[in-house]
């Protein structure tokens, strides 16, 4: 293992410009991958925040006591898809609609608003069929009038979750597979470069493992320098669109932390697809 880790350490030092392109070009294609998830992970957590604003509000009759109301909260608190109860006053819905609809006051002077109940439901509970199916359930107490959720809102809004996380697997495998094929021909490069010396180990006696194993570690080490730069590249344009643009998320540590992995695990496995193909010819 000494004498494999002294090779792979040499190869850097025999052919520095060829590491180098190697390096820069694992790095570039993790960058691309990277941005990408980039738009995937800040995308996921805007609908996310969007979701949670989903909630239904189911109006009162007038004249309903504030005591049943509290009684169906107790109820409806019982749904398993229910997050938070809450019970608005009339006169609380008033002046509330004077704030956010200010422009209308003049008309709500002398109109009385009716009370409601506005319920927020848990993550993962908000499908429209969860989302209707907790309206119908409400609709049973004898004092609701009317429930309100904004069904096509929520519709179009699932409908778009759905679609941008087809079309993020969709993308994402396409952007890992040309990451994987430039990495594959950027080590091959390098494993060519050194068909001769392959060739001499062979001739001498040298077993396959020992000559696999200096290429290995070669191609683990240039992954995970190519994953750090990567990842420093990605941090470096979180910063300047964050100040230029929009507020983005950068990943959170173990995703961070799965990137540097990822580029350990292609620069290993390129160099060990590599290598054996050297290997067959010899």
Same mark, same amino acid.
């Given at each position: 293992?000494?004498?494999? !880790?002294?090779?792979?350490?040499?190869?850097? &030092?025999?052919?520095?410009?060829?590491?180098? !392109?190697?390096?820069?070009?694992?790095?570039?294609?993790?960058?691309?991958?990277?941005?990408?998830?980039?738009?995937?992970?800040?995308? /996921?957590?805007?609908?996310? $925040?969007?979701?949670?604003?989903?909630?239904?509000?189911?109006?009162?009759?007038?004249?309903?006591?504030?005591?049943?109301?509290?009684?169906?909260?107790?109820?409806?608190?019982?749904?398993?898809? @229910?997050?938070?109860?809450?019970?608005?006053?009339?006169?609380?819905?008033?002046? /509330?609609?004077?704030?956010?609809?200010?422009?209308?006051?003049?008309?709500?002077?002398?109109?009385?608003?009716?009370?409601?109940?506005?319920? &927020?439901? /848990?993550?993962?509970?908000?499908?429209?069929?969860?989302?209707?199916?907790?309206? &119908?359930?409400? &609709?049973?107490?004898? %004092?609701?009038?009317?429930?309100?959720?904004?069904?096509?809102?929520?519709? *179009?809004?699932?409908?778009?979750?759905?679609?941008?996380?087809?079309?993020?697997?969709?993308?994402?495998?396409?952007?890992?597979? @040309?990451?994987?094929?430039?990495?594959?021909?950027?080590?091959?490069?390098?494993?060519?470069?050194?068909?001769?010396?392959?060739? !001499?180990?062979?001739?001498?006696?040298?077993?396959?493992?020992?000559?696999?194993?200096?290429?290995?570690?070669?191609?683990?080490? *240039?992954?995970?320098?190519?994953?750090?730069?990567?990842?420093?590249?990605?941090?470096?344009?979180? $910063?300047?669109?964050?100040?230029?643009?929009?507020?983005?998320? %950068?990943?959170?540590?173990?995703?961070?932390?799965?990137?540097?992995?990822?580029?350990?695990?292609?620069?290993?496995?390129?160099?060990?697809?590599?290598?054996?193909?050297?290997?067959?010819?010899?």
């Amino acid at each position: 293992m000494r004498l494999a !880790l002294r090779e792979a350490l040499l190869a850097f &030092r025999r052919a520095p410009l060829l590491s180098v !392109l190697s390096v820069t070009t694992i790095a570039v294609s993790l960058f691309a991958f990277g941005l990408f998830g980039l738009v995937a992970v800040n995308l /996921r957590s805007a609908l996310q $925040r969007v979701e949670e604003r989903v909630e239904v509000r189911a109006f009162l009759a007038e004249g309903t006591p504030a005591d049943a109301a509290a009684a169906a909260i107790a109820d409806i608190l019982v749904f398993p898809e @229910v997050a938070t109860a809450e019970y608005v006053t009339p006169e609380r819905a008033l002046a /509330r609609a004077r704030t956010e609809l200010g422009e209308f006051e003049d008309v709500f002077e002398a109109g009385v608003l009716p009370g409601s109940i506005e319920l &927020r439901l /848990r993550e993962g509970q908000r499908a429209p069929a969860t989302v209707a199916a907790v309206a &119908r359930r409400l &609709r049973t107490f004898p %004092f609701v009038d009317d429930v309100r959720y904004g069904a096509e809102w929520v519709e *179009k809004l699932y409908r778009l979750r759905t679609i941008a996380t087809v079309a993020g697997l969709a993308l994402g495998a396409a952007f890992a597979a @040309v990451a994987v094929i430039i990495i594959g021909t950027t080590i091959r490069m390098t494993v060519l470069a050194r068909a001769r010396e392959i060739s !001499l180990m062979r001739l001498v006696g040298a077993t396959d493992g020992f000559i696999r194993l200096p290429f290995l570690l070669e191609g683990l080490a *240039k992954g995970v320098l190519g994953g750090g730069l990567a990842l420093g590249l990605l941090y470096i344009a979180t $910063r300047v669109i964050s100040a230029q643009l929009i507020e983005v998320t %950068f990943f959170d540590p173990p995703l961070a932390a799965g990137g540097v992995l990822a580029g350990a695990l292609l620069g290993f496995v390129g160099s060990a697809v590599s290598v054996g193909r050297q290997l067959r010819r010899v």
